[in-house]
């Protein structure tokens, strides 16, 4: 697949903005550490001579947010002037340019903040080349040739595990039957897994009622957030394995809660509720941690699963040498951008670990999905427990939502990564002058916010 002509689409406006939404009023995200989440987004727009545009996201909690936006805006020079086409040409160039300036990568490097920004400004990169494509961006990327796809790649730091030749072998090894999967994708979807049964902030008659409905929908994998009174978690895992019977599954969620002794302990004690995996079970930068943790769960068939806030490439990388991860779990907006995330996909192919991405924040069911779709047709060629991670809030802000039918993302057909808002949600939430915020002040149900805060 040829780059897109030149013409027309040099970058002139970079556009980012603070959007929140106030989860925090029903519980909705809450976990043992992130107890008031109002799920945001840095939200960036890039626009090309021609007037082409692409919409591109990190997600966050709330507060903070704005930090995210102002580094945005520093990274922009990085961008502005140059040609789409160009950058396309040369991605995993431009990546290292874009994430390895000498002075702003002191504070990363690859990491935190920076990189959270990056990815917003990748995100959209990535939706624009989709969208002049006239492509799901899931057909973008299955439709590339290996070398192609590979030469998006920045395989600095990696290549004691995989070089691009290993990785352009990884794909071509999988062209046999992919028209085939693709085609399955098409008529039947992806499985997903829910987590919205298990919120920390949702009392028990709650779960029950939500397993009973997403029961109904078809699903069969269940996500439950623990980590702050063993004794509530015996209780609330209860009362999901009750609900939703012994044939189905149970996974739980400690967003980093625990000590690596704590973990083991406290996973023994759930161990006969049966659950699939603990998922980030201590801090997420424990590599050595998760994998004494996964030894001494594996007798009773727990895996450990983690990602959503691994910083980089290389981390992955140490998680899957080590064995502390048995489900790999990207984020599409934590590290830097598709083309970070495709060599982890790579690695955790050679490795032979399952990626089940991280999803549910704003957005991030819509982007995950495009990344699996392309793994199963073109990389790993299998479902075999693989899942996407299913939240169902947010949806409705985007002009092109995700779809869930029967418990299965159904394969993306418009144009993009599917990071598009609609209008409406700008003018209401976009932080602090959109309506809603705007109401939500005067009516004293959330503070002013300070000085600090006022970015947009």
């Known amino acids: 697949m040829p780059v897109p002509d030149r013409k027309g689409l040099k970058i002139v406006d970079i556009d980012v903005?603070?959007?929140?939404?106030?989860?925090?009023?029903?519980?909705?995200?809450?976990?043992?550490?992130?107890?008031?989440?109002?799920?945001?987004?840095?939200?960036?727009?890039?626009?090309?001579?021609?007037?082409?545009?692409?919409?591109?996201?990190?997600?966050?909690?709330?507060?903070?947010?704005?930090?995210?936006?102002?580094?945005?805006?520093?990274?922009?020079?990085f961008v502005l002037g140059k040609n789409a086409a160009d950058i396309f040409a040369d991605f995993a160039g431009f990546w290292r340019v874009i994430t390895n300036d000498s002075q702003m990568r002191w504070i990363g490097p690859e990491k935190g903040v920076i990189h959270l920004a990056v990815a917003a400004i990748l995100n959209s990169l990535w939706d624009l080349w989709a969208r002049i494509e006239n492509k799901?961006?899931?057909?973008?990327?299955?439709?590339?040739?290996?070398?192609?796809?590979?030469?998006?790649?920045?395989?600095?730091?990696?290549?004691?595990?995989?070089?691009?030749?290993?990785?352009?072998r990884l794909l071509k090894n999988k062209r046999k039957g992919k028209e085939d999967r693709i085609q399955y994708l098409l008529q039947n979807g992806y499985p997903a897994y829910t987590t919205q049964v298990g919120w920390m902030g949702y009392s028990d008659e709650l779960v029950e009622e939500l397993c009973k409905k997403y029961l109904k929908l078809g699903f069969t994998h269940f996500k439950v957030k623990v980590g702050t009174s063993i004794e509530d978690d015996l209780r609330r895992c209860s009362v999901v394995r009750k609900t939703i019977g012994d044939h189905n599954y149970l996974m739980v969620d400690a967003n980093q809660a625990w000590s690596v002794d704590e973990a083991i302990a406290w996973m023994t004690r759930l161990?006969?509720?049966?659950?699939?995996?603990?998922?980030?079970?201590?801090?997420?930068?424990?590599?050595?941690?998760?994998?004494?943790?996964?030894?001494?769960?594996?007798?009773?068939?727990?895996?450990?699963?983690?990602?959503?806030?691994?910083?980089?490439?290389?981390?992955?990388?140490?998680?899957?040498?080590?064995?502390?991860?048995?489900?790999c779990q990207i984020d599409s907006a934590r590290i830097g951008g598709i083309n970070e995330i495709l060599a982890v996909y790579l690695m955790a192919e050679k490795f032979k670990v399952k990626v089940c991405p991280h999803a549910g924040g704003v957005g991030l069911c819509e982007m995950v999905q495009h990344l699996q779709f392309w793994d199963y047709a073109s990389?790993?060629?299998?479902?075999?427990?693989?899942?996407?991670?299913?939240?169902?809030?947010?949806?409705?802000?985007?002009?092109?939502?995700?779809?869930?039918?029967?418990?299965?993302?159904?394969?993306?057909?418009n144009p993009g990564y599917s990071t598009q808002f609609l209008p409406e949600t700008l003018e209401m939430f976009a932080y602090p002058n959109g309506s809603e915020w705007q109401r939500m002040f005067k009516e004293g149900i959330f503070p002013m916010p300070d000085e600090a805060e006022l970015v947009n």
């Open 136 to 168: 799901p961006l899931w057909r973008l990327l299955v439709d590339m040739e290996p070398e192609e796809l590979v030469s998006t790649i920045d395989f600095r730091y990696i290549t004691e595990v995989i070089t691009k030749d290993e990785a352009v």
């Open 17 to 77: 903005k603070d959007v929140r939404f106030p989860t925090s009023l029903g519980g909705h995200g809450s976990d043992a550490l992130h107890t008031n989440p109002n799920y945001s987004c840095a939200y960036v727009t890039t626009r090309t001579e021609n007037g082409r545009q692409g919409f591109g996201l990190t997600f966050t909690c709330g507060s903070g947010t704005e930090v995210v936006v102002l580094t945005v805006r520093t990274l922009k020079k």
């Open 271 to 327: 161990a006969p509720l049966r659950p699939m995996w603990i998922e980030e079970p201590t801090s997420p930068d424990d590599v050595l941690g998760h994998a004494a943790i996964s030894k001494a769960l594996e007798p009773f068939g727990i895996g450990v699963a983690t990602g959503e806030m691994c910083a980089n490439r290389v981390m992955f990388k140490q998680f899957l040498q080590s064995g502390g991860m048995q489900f």
């Open 379 to 413: 990389l790993s060629g299998l479902l075999d427990g693989r899942l996407i991670e299913y939240v169902d809030q947010q949806h409705e802000h985007f002009y092109d939502p995700c779809v869930v039918e029967n418990a299965r993302y159904l394969a993306p057909k």
